[in-house]
């Protein structure tokens, strides 16, 4: 319920905690805010730094392949050298909840549509190679994955 006054204080107390931690650590005890917390302070300073990216970066659809595929809904935010790739599951009562790792079996986003050399997720720091976005490498601490582009070297 959203109605309510919001507690400033446990919030700011719940997201000092949070940091640092690892995402399958604030996983485990997901229903007490701090995974929530730490996603959208890091998604919000994200946007704070690539304005342009969100106010006139063009959206482009990502199919995925697989056997899990229909359960996946992915798309990249693109603007110049900069892209965001989001990677969230739909209808995931046939991959397992939370749906994470091996789960996704298969299921890859389609190779050779982002044209970017390598990602980094924004949660985790992982670096994943742009060639072989495969879902269950992407989820395996969270069940969603927010990604920037790793400049070409």
Known sequence: DNR???DYEIRHRLLADGTGRPSAELME???DGRV?????QRLLQFRAAEPGLFQRGEYQAVAAQGNHADHVVAFIRRRENRSLLVVVPR???A????????AWDDTRLAPGE???AAWRDLLSGRVHPGTDLR???????LPFAVL???PDP
């Open 29 to 31: 005890q997901w229903r």
């Open 91 to 93: 209808l995931t009562a």
């Open 114 to 116: 982002m044209g970017v």
């Open 4 to 6: 309510r006054s919001v």
């Open 36 to 40: 929530k917390l730490r996603v959208m």
């Open 148 to 150: 920037e582009n790793l």
């Open 95 to 102: 991959v397992g909840h939370p749906p994470l790792g091996l």
């Open 135 to 141: 879902i269950g490498h992407l989820m395996t601490e």
